[in-house]
């Protein structure tokens, strides 16, 4: 019987290889290959190297998560991704699934919830936990707010930038986390104060705060 191919992204090895454990357990799965980060993920798949599924982190040494799906899907259109983060998947997976992934699972959930989302999204399907999808649901229903038309205008560094502000973060701590420059980090909030049309700093960091609490 032929396995399903799996190929992890993700900068942290003892989280890779609990993953590759878990997944190398069942009897129709296996991990075929790794990447630590976005280069080597997409040098892989220029290798002409086409797992079956890949799972991605978001949060990647060179390169976003948001940006590696979308140069993944360049690369191979229908190789399916299914995001597994730390990040809260209320703020994140909306994001991600915009970015071509298909669905998106929290590190903190038990392994059996990996393993069914991995097969769901192998079936052609969306994965999302039961919340998350009610909470797209109702958004589809009634339309999107001013605000949430401003936010969907950043960029996907724009946006994760904007979260680490409104998690009470500086930026030079922002730089470290996201290993950017400070100069880099200080133009993306140049840039959302000018997108959400905010006057100053004080004011983004106010928005930033009113919008997390108001995502969680």
């Avoid at 986390?177 to 959400?196: C, D, F, G, V, Y």
């Amino acid at each position: 019987m032929l396995k399903t191919q799996v190929m992890l992204v993700d900068d942290h090895a003892m989280l890779r290889h609990g993953m590759a454990m878990l997944i190398n357990a069942e009897a129709d799965m296996e991990v075929f290959a790794e990447a630590e980060d976005g280069g080597e993920a997409v040098a892989l798949l220029e290798s002409e190297y086409h797992p079956d599924i890949v799972l991605v982190d978001l949060s990647l040494k060179t390169l976003s998560g948001f940006e590696l799906i979308k140069s993944m899907h360049i690369l191979i259109p229908a190789m399916p991704v299914l995001v597994v983060s730390m990040h809260d998947e209320t703020v994140y997976a909306e994001r991600a699934l915009r970015s071509g992934a298909r669905g998106y699972v929290m590190k903190q959930e038990p392994g059996g919830v990996l393993i069914a989302a991995i097969r769901e999204v192998l079936k052609g399907n969306f994965y999302l936990s039961q919340p998350m999808y009610t909470k797209l649901m109702d958004r589809f229903v009634t339309g999107n707010s001013q605000a949430e038309l401003l936010i969907n205008s950043l960029t996907p560094s724009e946006f994760e930038v904007l979260h680490l502000i409104g998690a009470g973060h500086s930026s030079q701590e922002i730089a470290r986390l996201l290993s950017r420059s400070i100069k880099t980090i200080e133009t993306h909030r140049a840039n959302i104060r000018a997108k959400l049309q905010l006057k100053d700093g004080a004011d983004l960091i106010r928005y930033a705060t009113h919008w997390i609490t108001a995502e969680h």
